[in-house]
């Protein structure tokens, strides 16, 4: 995240400081992982926890100003972190372990995944057994459970296999630091290397995907913004996704990208050119001949339903009217064939109506529609046919 404050106290340590300073700098990777998470459907970490600093009574000697506490079920909505304590507190007493929580991202004090018991995040947790003898961080790390390695540094993200790992030092104080960071936030997941072909037939199948706000009131493409997912971003897009829609908090997906430290994302969002290559998509087949047959079926169907009846009728001869049904068949398939030999109009338009339960508010008018059509033709036929 970028221009964060952050909550400090007094007399803490310089490297405290300096960790949590690289945690909320960082934490844009720990978010990218977490929007992987949990799309899968078995999944892959063995724990994922952000740390918060709540903030205490100052007036009170005998406790410290903040208490910093380990948080699960993480969310993050740009500028709000929750999620639901995983210990119980030792001076927060208003809470409880399994209390849900929600504070400001500037109260973020650390961030930590753990993938096949490696360890990723944990600037705070390095900075703590930095400063502890061989046996305190042995028994640090056996009260964990976990493999720190040696402190000094931390690993950000997992490398590919083969890879050396990717560290950073605690206070991101090198050259070489910028330069990791600045690679992977060029990179992308690999889980958004592999899924680019579903993900383009998802949402040709389903457009909803691009244009519906969820319940939080966010498109598809804020969320993907803001966890830095720039092959999602590019794919929505292409398919018309509205970079100038905002959010319910008022943010665009532009701002989202600055906010959130994604400068690649931001450029392909001002519309500079994409630095990779459009993806090959299978067109398919044209869909106006089927609307063209659908059209002359739904025609020669009517015709029997109208002329045929009407023609008996007229000339004196014994004349039967078929029931609603058929009438309903013949205008829903002349209905469906003249959408689909006149192009993407309606789908178009669909989009721009809203939703009415699952349904979109211009099929259920277009089926309305189909309905009242029938009835009327039906009944203006029969009338005929009994008048004569």
Same mark, same amino acid.
């Given at each position: ?141 056996? $009260?964990?459970? #976990?493999?720190?390695?040696?402190? +000094?540094?931390?690993?950000? !993200?997992? &490398?590919? /296999?083969?890879?050396? %790992? ?74 018309? $996704?509205?970079? #100038?829609?905002?959010?319910?908090? +008022?943010?665009?997906?532009? !701002?989202? &990208?600055? /906010?959130?430290?994604? %400068? ?125």
């Amino acid at each position: 995240m970028t221009e964060q404050m952050i909550y400090g106290v007094e007399g803490e340590s310089q490297a405290l400081k300096d960790a949590v300073a690289s945690a909320q700098a960082t934490f844009k990777f720990y978010w990218r992982e977490m929007s992987w998470e949990a799309r899968r459907i078995i999944k892959c970490l063995d724990m994922a926890a952000v740390k918060l600093s709540f903030m205490l009574d100052p007036d009170d000697p005998d406790i410290p100003v903040v208490e910093n506490m380990w948080v699960r079920d993480v969310d993050f909505d740009g500028a709000t972190v929750t999620g639901v304590l995983m210990n119980e507190p030792r001076w927060a007493t208003a809470f409880k372990a399994g209390d849900p929580v929600s504070l400001p991202f500037a109260a973020l004090n650390d961030w930590m995944y753990v993938r096949d018991g490696h360890v990723y995040g944990g600037f705070t947790v390095d900075a703590l057994r930095s400063s502890m003898t061989d046996d305190e961080r042995a028994g640090h790390d056996a $009260a964990w459970g #976990l493999g720190f390695g040696e402190p +000094g540094t931390v690993e950000v !993200a997992p &490398a590919a /296999e083969g890879q050396a %790992p990717w560290r950073v030092s605690r206070a991101l104080s090198h050259l070489a630091d910028q330069q990791l960071l600045a690679q992977l936030e060029q990179g992308d997941h690999p889980m958004a290397v592999n899924m680019r072909e579903k993900l383009e037939e998802a949402l040709q199948q389903y457009p909803g995907m691009i244009t519906d706000f969820d319940d939080g009131g966010w498109l598809l493409l804020h969320r993907e913004v803001l966890a830095g997912n720039y092959p999602v971003v590019q794919a929505l897009l292409r398919h018309g $996704a509205d970079p #100038l829609a905002t959010n319910s908090n +008022g943010q665009t997906s532009l !701002a989202l &990208a600055h /906010e959130a430290g994604w %400068p690649r994302i931001a450029r392909l969002l001002q519309g500079e050119a994409s630095d990779e290559p459009e993806p090959e998509v299978a067109k398919g087949f044209a869909l106006w001949p089927v609307g063209l047959l659908l059209v002359a079926m739904a025609l020669a169907w009517l015709y029997f339903l109208v002329v045929v009846p009407v023609s008996r009728a007229g000339v004196g001869q014994g004349a039967e009217v078929a029931g609603i049904w058929s009438f309903m068949g013949a205008v829903l398939v002349l209905s469906l064939g003249v959408v689909s030999s006149t192009g993407p109009w309606y789908f178009k338009l669909r989009q721009r109506t809203p939703l009415w339960g699952a349904s979109r508010a211009l099929d259920i008018g277009a089926l309305l529609g189909v309905v009242l059509i029938a009835f009327a033709l039906h009944d203006q036929v029969q009338r005929y046919v009994i008048a004569h």
